[in-house]
């Protein structure tokens, strides 16, 4: 089993909509949880950072972390064709190393 | 504030030669990172450093890839003779300290392509 699980998608939404991006994964030591944004062709960036359970809301962007059920997502609201990237999840903790496991990805398009 | 910088931005090569890359962090972080992203993939993290010193090369296949940051700021990644499966976008990060808690920011990648 994956450290991270993310589905790839693709996903395709129209503009306005309210998307949904998840992450499980199965080490109940990470404590810290983060989003990437990847456009083509680029280096991830970062969009949101968490630690530990509990939300998270920045402008159109709400990341959302439930320890008990190993489970992550990201809410994006009023999605714009400018959000058209793949995000990826990303966690680490004191137990797993320091290292940051990634998700795969998920690739969205937002058509205007 | 500058970003991490990478060059090149592209490569191509062949089989069995040999390509570097190099990465400048952003200023005052001490902790560099090298992952390989390749396609459909998230990164992988080949080798970590903090300051000079190698922190994790655990996923570094060390036949043919090797990375130094002699003075504790820029790094190199070298694979050497390269194989057709190395083909990938090679990432590379840096954050201020080596913990958990933080964030790696990273620069836009080189893209290598063997043939």
């Known amino acids: 089993q994956k450290e991270v699980e993310q589905d790839p998608g693709p996903l395709s939404v129209p503009e306005g909509a309210i998307v949904s991006l998840n992450c499980t994964y199965s080490?109940?030591?990470?404590?810290?949880f983060m989003w990437y944004r990847q456009y083509s062709r680029k280096g991830p960036e970062l969009l949101m950072y968490t630690y530990s359970s509990g939300n998270k809301e920045d402008g159109r962007f709400t990341a959302q972390v439930d320890k008990s059920s190993k489970y992550i997502s990201l809410f994006i609201r009023d999605s714009q064709p400018s959000d058209s990237a793949t995000y990826l999840c990303?966690?680490?903790?004191?137990?797993?190393?320091?290292?940051?496991?990634f998700g795969t990805g998920t690739s969205l398009t937002v058509i205007p | 504030e500058a970003g991490v910088a990478q060059s090149p931005r592209y490569k191509i090569i062949e089989k069995r030669q040999s390509v570097a890359f190099w990465c400048n962090p952003i200023s005052g972080h001490a902790t560099l990172y090298w992952y390989q992203q390749i396609l459909g993939q998230g990164p992988k993290l080949l080798i970590q450093?903090?300051?000079?010193?190698?922190?994790?090369d655990s996923q570094l296949p060390k036949d043919r890839f090797s990375a130094e940051r002699l003075k504790g700021v820029d790094s190199t990644l070298k694979i050497q003779p390269a194989k057709l499966e190395d083909s990938a976008v090679y990432l590379c990060?840096?954050?201020?300290?080596?913990?958990?808690?933080?964030?790696?920011?990273f620069g836009a990648g080189t893209r290598l392509s063997v043939l």
């Open positions: 990303a966690m680490s903790g004191v137990g797993t190393g320091n290292q940051f496991y």
């Open positions: 080490n109940s030591a990470f404590q810290y």
């Open positions: 990060a840096s954050s201020l300290g080596a913990g958990s808690k933080n964030i790696q920011y």
């Open positions: 450093f903090q300051n000079n010193g190698v922190v994790d």
